[in-house]
């Protein structure tokens, strides 16, 4: 059994790049920061670890990318860890290593992304959702699928300053 897995939450480090290539799919690649905090034991002094990554999104990703993610932007990846090799002009062997998006997830305040529900989760393999209707009038609440409950009736006091024991169950 092997598993390639990986999450991610981060800050995006630019703009993504996005292409659209001649079969009609889209790709775009940005990189993403990821920062540990910690404090060093012995000094108490704060320290921090940034490690980047390098982030690569296909078609309806790519899509979210180009229209909402923007240099800063606080993100979850969920997606799958891949390296590769060519060689570059000079002959010179190069590698990288990307993470292959499988779903992103935009995140921070609510005021910071254009989406209007603050965030959205995207499975590559479902359609790209609608934009919400606008309507003039609210919509009509849905009908409840259990009846409504009944108000109960009030109880009198009298009722609870008898000191008839007849009416007790024990």
Do not use: C
Not at 72 to 88: A, K, L, N, P
């Amino acid at each position: 059994m092997a598993l390639n897995k990986v999450l991610l939450i981060g800050n995006v480090g630019k703009d993504p790049d996005v292409r659209h290539l001649e079969g009609g799919a889209s790709v775009a690649s940005f990189t993403l920061a990821t920062t540990e905090r910690y404090r060093e034991r012995g000094s108490g002094e704060a320290k921090e670890i940034t490690e980047w990554h390098n982030i690569v999104a296909w078609r309806q990703l790519a899509d979210l990318a180009e229209n909402f993610i923007r240099k800063g932007s606080q993100i979850f990846v969920e997606g799958r860890i891949r390296s590769r090799s060519w060689d570059d002009q000079n002959g010179q062997k190069r590698y990288i290593t990307e993470i292959l998006a499988d779903s992103i997830q935009l995140l921070g305040r609510k005021g910071d992304s254009p989406i209007p529900s603050g965030g959205a989760y995207v499975d590559p393999g479902a359609p790209a959702p609608a934009p919400a209707p606008r309507a003039a009038a609210p919509a009509p609440a849905p009908s409840p699928a259990y009846p409504k409950p009944q108000p109960q009736q009030p109880i009198a006091l009298d009722s609870l300053e008898s000191d008839d024991s007849d009416d007790l169950p024990f």
